[in-house]
């Protein structure tokens, strides 16, 4: 993989992903993954749990809350109590919106992922999830989002761990959202059971396999690449 990367020629800035400073390692595992599948219009979309199991190699439960299985673990807080442990654990996790959202004007963008940083019970007894939007831009705007009164300092201060700014003049694309409100408008959340040396209680054994990635041309001419 090289080192040059697609621009806007109006502006210069880089047409995909983007680091802070002079880092470049997004733009070059952005860029490897687009050769792997033939080009960056092939990763233009996609799922959530198909880009962290091969980005990671690593296993990934999906939570679909339409399921009849999952809105049980949802009823019984099952779902709540295993995000909260994957939060622990340093799981990476995404919440997924759907192709068509409830509210339009809510500030979430549908048919998207967001990176899901982190899971706190406040002292109200209220559950709430801390959200990332990889464009860095576009928050949710209702309740519990960065510029909702909700947020006391009692209740700032109960997630500060979590290092997060309440700047209600920077949209950066970080925000809480209740665990409510996030059932309401995702679809699914996805957990990337990435192990942690240190902190996975019970490592599981782990075995590889050599395979194959296929993808196709404009011609639909089908390429095989180990």
């Not at 194959?212 to 089908?222: G, L, M, P």
Request: with cysteine.
């Amino acid at each position: 993989v090289d080192d040059y990367f697609p621009c806007k020629s109006a502006t210069g800035s880089l047409s995909y992903a983007g680091c802070n400073g002079n880092e470049l390692w997004a733009m070059l595992a952005e860029k490897a993954f687009a050769k792997i599948h033939g080009s960056y219009s092939k990763i233009v979309a996609g799922q959530a749990e198909e880009a962290l199991m091969e980005m990671t190699g690593d296993p990934c439960d999906i939570y679909k809350f339409r399921s009849d299985h999952v809105r049980t673990m949802i009823e019984d807080g099952t779902l709540w109590d295993k995000l909260v442990y994957a939060d622990s654990v340093g799981y990476v996790m995404a919440a997924s919106t759907p192709a068509a959202l409830k509210d339009k004007n809510c500030g979430l963008v549908a048919g998207h992922s967001y990176s899901l940083i982190a899971c706190k019970l406040l002292s109200n007894d209220v559950k709430v999830v801390l959200l990332r939007n990889p464009w860095g831009a576009k928050e949710w705007t209702g309740a519990w989002g960065d510029s909702s009164p909700e947020w006391t300092a009692k209740y700032r201060a109960e997630v500060v761990d979590t290092k997060h700014k309440f700047d209600n003049a920077t949209d950066d694309g970080m925000f809480w959202i209740t665990f409510d409100d996030m059932l309401l408008h995702c679809d699914k959340v996805v957990v990337s059971c990435c192990r942690t040396p240190g902190q996975h209680p019970k490592p599981w054994k782990e075995t590889r396999a050599k395979t194959f990635f296929a993808h196709a041309t404009e011609s639909n001419d089908v390429f095989l690449s180990s």
